[in-house]
């Protein structure tokens, strides 16, 4: 079982930048798909970007090109970096392995990322 911790979540204007992290623990990271899932107050988690082992990426169209998500298959990270933030963006943010677009192992604690405007 792979164990995921998320951080780099805050409080930011709209308009600004974060970048969140996400560590993987278990030898499976760099073969598997990872995205990042959000879930905001009274809503379904939704998918938001998808990375392949091989690097390729997709993004729901709400964040396209606003948003960035990569990895580092040497220290079992995935990252998403988060720019021109919107309110609407506010929600939890958590990582996990992807297939047909389902999470693959149990959530992480998730980190907060509020958006005001």
């Known amino acids: 079982q792979v164990q995921l911790v998320e951080s780099g979540g805050g409080l930011v204007q709209a308009g600004g930048s974060l970048r969140l992290s996400c560590a993987a623990s278990?030898?499976?990271?760099?073969?598997?798909?990872m995205g990042w899932y959000r879930q905001a107050p009274g809503k379904q988690r939704e998918l938001v970007a998808v990375?392949?082992?091989?690097?390729?990426?997709n993004y729901k169209d709400s964040v396209k090109g606003r948003f960035t998500i990569s990895r580092d298959n040497a220290k079992n990270m995935v990252y998403l970096q988060m720019n021109m933030l919107k309110p609407e963006d506010t929600a939890v943010y958590y990582c996990n392995g992807v297939t047909a677009s389902l999470p693959l192992w149990s959530w992480g604690q998730g980190t907060q990322v509020t958006v005001s405007s």
């Open positions: 990375i392949t082992s091989g690097g390729s990426t």
């Open positions: 278990g030898s499976v990271f760099s073969t598997r798909a």
